[in-house]
Nanobody, 125 residues
Framework: QLRLVESGGGLVQPGGSLRVSCAASGLTLDAYGIGWFRQVPGKEREAVSCISSSGGQKFYVDSVKGRFTISRDTTKNTVYLQMNSLKPEDTAIYYC??????????????????WGQGTQVTVSS
């Protein structure tokens, strides 16, 4: 069964760091384009970061550039989103998604085939 499971969310003070993980079962993540999204209740889902299946592109939304880093660990079949200098506006449920098509560039939001259940990130003092 193909499954993505996020973990690593939690409560952190402004300026702090968290690393959220996206672990896969039933699929090999290094063959997939991976995206991280976030959503606040009542607001639209926002694309935060992605890495293309080719590895040729990494994308970050402007609001997280210089603070967030996406990476893969092929030995653990896991993709990470390292989040530093967190701000209250980063508070959201973070989801990862996988696109099975090979692309040089990051996948569009509608291209993803598999989604995880999400992990809550709360930035508050």
């Amino acid at each position: 069964q193909l499954r993505l499971v996020e973990s690593g969310g939690g409560l952190v003070q402004p300026g702090g760091s968290l690393r959220v993980s996206c672990a896969a079962s039933g699929l090999t993540l290094d063959a997939y384009g991976i995206g991280w999204f976030r959503q606040v209740p009542g607001k639209e889902r926002e694309a935060v970061s992605c890495i293309s299946s080719s590895g040729g592109q990494k994308f970050y939304v402007d609001s997280v550039k210089g603070r967030f880093t996406i990476s893969r660990d092929t030995t653990k079949n896991t993709v990470y989103l390292q989040m530093n200098s967190l701000k209250p506006e980063d508070t959201a449920i973070y989801y990862c998604a996988a696109d099975s098509s090979y692309r040089y560039y990051c996948s569009g939001s509608t291209d993803y085939d598999y989604w995880g259940q999400g992990t809550q990130v709360t930035v508050s003092s």
